[in-house]
């Protein structure tokens, strides 16, 4: 179909109308998707410190549709979110189940600083482990999922 910018006659003004919403339509279906954002996947888990249960922690994970990668952690109580930056990625297909372990290392930057890492292992969507290795003593503190009773977040909750 041809469509034609013809100039406006007398007795015809709704065809010329009709015909430039028509091709003012298909420009921009045409231009959609270079315009349309990625959408992106955000998971928020809220963790527990497995050596002070009543100290939590979340862990804002972020993965767009073209495939990049963020993430955050959150300390209760505090208003900043402290990025990570990826450091290593690996995807190993588990045959029995049909799912993939990721396992992932994050590096944390706090005042434009390289501070400590964190290590993430997930099987699908369960968490396997999560732990953080601080940069200077190379101590290691590991979390657990927080629990959710009554289906409430207690990192939201506080």
């Not at 990049?68 to 029995?96: C, H, Q, T």
């Not at 099987?123 to 482990?129: A, T, W």
Request: aromatic content about 6%.
């Amino acid at each position: 179909m041809m469509l034609s910018l013809a100039p406006l006659t007398e007795g015809q003004p709704l065809n010329h109308l009709a015909r430039l919403g028509i091709f003012a339509a298909l420009a921009l279906l045409a231009t959609r998707p270079s315009l349309a954002e990625p959408s992106a996947d955000v998971q928020t888990r809220c963790f527990q410190f497995n050596d002070q249960p009543a100290k939590l922690m979340q862990l804002r994970l972020v993965e767009t549709q073209d495939d990049n990668e963020a993430a955050f952690v959150r300390y209760v109580g505090s208003k900043a979110w402290i990025p990570l930056v990826l450091v290593s990625s690996k995807r190993m297909p588990m045959a029995d189940s049909g799912r993939s372990q990721d396992d992932t290392q994050w590096l944390e930057i706090v005042r434009e600083q390289a501070g400590g890492h964190y290590a993430l292992s997930m099987l699908g969507n369960d968490v396997v482990s999560f732990e953080y290795i601080d940069r200077k003593s190379g101590r290691r503190t590991s979390f657990a999922l927080a629990p959710t009773p009554r289906g409430v977040d207690p990192c939201v909750a506080r």
